[in-house]
């Protein structure tokens, strides 16, 4: 067999996608060190430092915080089936993709959801959320902070302010946003949090980080029928990542490794360093998109997700084509449009150890590159030069993390 199935040798790819983002070595050598028990008592100890860092990063103090085993949708699950019974009433704001997730997840509960939506590339009206909600007994409002699937974002503030007219519970799917953007899930009172590990945070895939308050305690504590997923059952799940560490599910021992050493690099370069990193490269991103006289997806700057910019793929131009031979030629990848803005837009991922300026400006050239060869009308190097102007007018550090 070994004849015809060689080695695994993948690509070193530059991944600009909406996740996964490319892996810092550090967290590539934590994720080689050799597997023990999770119920060794060296293990369940260090569970207790992955906590501590993800307190740090969520900015909470929350008891139930800890990374379910399984992506960021399995978050989604959680973070829905947990407070909501069969028939109880909730809101979810759904203006793209994993909005839409989010509402499909409850509704499968079976719960009654009302949909407040707003179109791809637009926020939704939280007065739209508080006219659903008037004289409804609302369990809780769901709402996602960064929706990847358009490159926007939404002010967690208003939303909280609107559940607290209601009375609700604030659900916030952080997936695309948590350590990519400002977020404090204590100051802005947000009940229930969660991430994905592949995003922001820059380990591999497969881990959903998770925070919940002692309000949504309560609620769980309350229940009348058990929580409809047994896997993702916060109240028994933190039996094993409570003080107890009693056996729940084997957890990937191996990604906890990883999201450890990649929680380390996080708190290292410190949060709000991190953020201004994140910003800075977007906005160079962005300018050298626009000298190149291509247009962002979403209108109003103030709405545009920082971690995900989404661009309209101009007329006349094969945008498939394109992210092909950003693959095949310069080992770059970036995604495609979902659902209703399929083939209309790309989407180019700056998140965790991808958003770095080298990461950028070879993005800006292979782009230019891929679009002079399908007679787009542009100067190269127009957009390379923007960006590095961007750059002149900023004062962070050109390399993160460590080097390879
Ligand atoms: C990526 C993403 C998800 C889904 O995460 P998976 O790891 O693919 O399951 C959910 N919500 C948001 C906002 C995302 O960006």
Redo the contacts with the bound molecule.
């Keep these: 067999m070994s004849d015809i199935i060689g080695e695994l040798l993948p690509p070193d790819r530059l991944m600009l996608t ?2 996964p983002s490319c892996v810092d070595p550090r967290v590539y050598r934590a994720m080689a060190a050799p597997i023990v028990g999770h119920m060794d008592p060296w293990f369940t100890a260090m569970m207790g430092e992955v906590q501590m860092l993800m307190r740090q990063v969520f900015r909470t103090q929350n008891r139930i915080t800890f990374p379910i085993s ?7 699950e959680a973070a829905v089936a947990n407070p909501l019974e069969s028939g109880d009433e909730c809101i979810v704001c759904v203006n ?1 993709a ?2 839409e ?2 509402a499909i997840i409850a509704e499968r509960l079976p719960a009654k959801v009302t949909r407040v939506e707003a179109p791809y590339g637009r926020t939704v009206d939280p007065q739209d959320v508080l006219r659903a909600g008037k004289g409804k007994k609302l369990k809780l409002v769901g709402l ?6 358009s490159g926007i974002v939404q002010r967690v503030e208003d939303y909280r302010k609107v559940a607290d007219e209601l009375g609700a519970l604030l659900v916030v ?5 948590l350590a990519g953007i400002p977020l404090d899930v204590e100051r802005q009172r947000i009940d229930i949090c969660f991430s ?4 922001a945070i820059s380990a591999p ?2 881990m ?1 980080p998770i925070t919940v308050n002692e309000k949504v305690e309560a609620v769980m504590h309350a229940r009348k029928e058990p929580v409809r997923s047994w896997y993702f059952d916060l109240t028994t799940a933190m039996n094993y990542w409570g003080k107890e560490r009693l056996y729940h599910h084997t957890p990937p021992i191996s990604l906890i490794y990883g999201m450890r050493e990649a929680l380390r690099l996080v708190v290292e370069e410190g949060l709000e360093a991190r953020w201004e990193r994140h910003a800075q490269n977007q906005q160079a991103l962005v300018a050298g998109l626009e000298a190149m006289g291509l247009e962002l997806f979403v209108k109003n700057p103030a709405d545009r997700l920082v971690t ?1 910019t989404a661009v309209n793929i101009p007329t006349g131009i094969d945008g498939a084509k394109v992210s092909r031979q950003l693959l095949d030629e310069f080992n770059i990848e970036i995604a495609g449009g979902l659902g209703p803005v399929k083939g209309k837009i790309w989407r180019i991922g700056l998140m965790g150890y991808s958003s770095q300026r080298a990461n950028v400006l070879l993005f800006l050239a292979a782009l230019e590159k891929c679009l002079l060869d399908q007679d787009f009308r542009l100067a190269g190097g127009v957009g390379v030069a923007a960006a590095t102007h961007s750059y002149q007018q900023s004062t962070q550090p050109a390399v993160v993390g460590s080097r390879r």
Aim: hydrophobic share 25%; aromatic share 4%; charged share 10%.
């Design positions: 909406p996740g399984a992506s960021g949708s399995g978050g989604i793209g994993f909005s997730r989010m996602t902070h960064g929706e990847t699937s799917d952080t997936v695309a946003s994905g590990s592949q995003k895939p497969g959903a995900v």
